[in-house]
């Protein structure tokens, strides 16, 4: 009996091992985020909620938070744009330090595509986000912003540490890419789950397996991916975020970008929950004769 009472209480000290881990504070971290902007503006909101080592993909370039807006002004400026947003997928580790949401954002009221964030707990508590990066997939039909959002399933499974994790995570994608480079298409539906998020610009997100396969059909037939340039995993091993170089051919044109990856390991391994390619800004050629 007494082993028996001893065992209650170690279970009731760990909630981990009793009960999923709630998503409901990563999506109010979301909305508190977004709900700062019309006060603080672009660079005073992402700086009060991101870290500084956070990563924004700006201009073809992977940069960190403090890199971006150092210096900028933390209230919002005289004819800035007022920038609204709001979560409609949302997902959180077994450990529960590590979740995401994504969701439509607009432009002065104008929508013009989809945000994904990730977020970590800090040791304090806050919850703060360490990657930010955006989509042209058009955010039409997407439920308004008084609904709850689609919340990912949390996982079952887990590997035995982060560094494991990752490791893990970098063999899957380095048999992605090379799947990717004969052929695209069949390569991401190999790794998608059917319940993740896939956005192809500038169609509606893709959030099944047909949807996938008919969205995949915009991306070029072929992809060279590069190793990941960071990235991170939960405390569990359960869920891993990644960043990478992109290069491709459209209409003869060689393109260069980023990918952005969000895993969960799954009892069949590794499966992709979210991707998103972020091109780099088209160089206009040099004026004739220089």
Not at 79 to 89: K, Q
Not at 147 to 165: D, F, K, Q
Request: zero cysteines.
């Amino acid at each position: 009996m007494r082993v028996f009472v001893f065992a209650a209480a170690l279970l009731a000290a760990t909630p981990g091992l009793t009960r999923s881990p709630d998503v409901a504070p990563v999506v109010a971290a979301e909305r508190a985020f977004a709900a700062d902007f019309p006060a603080l503006g672009l660079a005073g909101s992402f700086q009060k909620w991101g870290r500084p080592d956070a990563i924004l993909i700006n201009g073809g370039q992977a940069l960190t938070l403090e890199k971006v807006f150092e210096g900028a002004p933390l209230t919002r400026q005289p004819g800035e744009p007022l920038i609204e947003w709001h979560p409609t997928f949302a997902g959180i580790a077994r450990s529960g330090e590590m979740g995401f949401t994504t969701g439509p954002a607009a432009r002065d009221q104008e929508g013009y595509g989809h945000y994904f964030t990730v977020w970590v707990r800090q040791a304090v508590g806050q919850w703060r986000w360490v990657y930010d990066g955006g989509s042209n997939a058009s955010p039409a039909g997407q439920p308004g912003p008084d609904t709850e959002p689609r919340l990912l399933p949390v996982s079952t499974v887990g590997t035995a540490s982060p560094e494991a994790a990752m490791t893990e995570v970098r063999e899957a994608e380095a048999a992605l890419a090379m799947a990717a480079a004969v052929d695209q298409k069949a390569a991401h539906l190999s790794v998608l789950a059917p319940d993740g998020r896939l956005y192809v610009a500038p169609l509606p997100p893709a959030e099944s397996p047909a949807a996938f396969a008919a969205a995949l059909e915009g991306w070029p037939a072929r992809f060279e991916f590069g190793p990941a340039e960071g990235g991170g995993a939960s405390e569990a091993g359960d869920m891993a975020w990644t960043y990478g170089p992109a290069a491709w051919t459209r209409d003869g044109q060689s393109r260069r970008g980023h990918y952005m990856r969000l895993w969960q390991k799954r009892p069949e391994g590794w499966r992709l929950i979210m991707a998103q390619l972020i091109p780099a800004p088209i160089t206009p050629p040099p004026p004739a004769g220089g």
